[in-house]
Nanobody
Framework: QVQLVESGGGAMQSGGSLRLSCAGS????????VRWYRRAPGIGKEREWVAGINNIGARKDYSDSVKGRFTVSRDNFRNVAYLQMNDLRPDDTGIYYC??????????WGQGTQVTVSS
């Protein structure tokens, strides 16, 4: 059974740091790119792509809103991807999800982890 489990969220003041983890199981983790998304609070907010890393960690991409502050990485021996978030801002607040496109066709999501940044 394909499973993604995020952890590491919490409450933080502006300027602080958090590291999120995404543990994968039930599939070949080293064969899948991993993407991070977030959903800001509020009705009707859609998930916003934040960062992505290819299956071997050679390619990393970031949205303009987090570039230079967030770093994505992975450990394929432990089947875990990470999102290191530095210099957090209030508008980074939201639920953070990791995502894979399983077998190139099925979107799979974790349950999400809450990040709250206060000013």
């Amino acid at each position: 059974q394909v499973q993604l489990v995020e952890s590491g969220g919490g409450a933080m003041q502006s300027g602080g740091s958090l590291r999120l983890s995404c543990a994968g199981s039930g599939f070949d983790f080293s064969a899948q790119a991993v993407r991070w998304y977030r959903r800001a609070p509020g009705i009707g907010k859609e998930r916003e792509w934040v960062a992505g890393i290819n299956n071997i960690g050679a390619r990393k991409d970031y949205s303009d809103s987090v570039k230079g502050r967030f770093t994505v990485s992975r450990d394929n021996f432990r089947n875990v991807a990470y999102l290191q978030m530095n210099d957090l801002r209030p508008d980074d607040t939201g639920i953070y999800y990791c995502n894979i496109l399983y077998l190139g066709r099925d979107n799979r999501w974790g349950q999400g982890t809450q990040v709250t940044v206060s000013s």
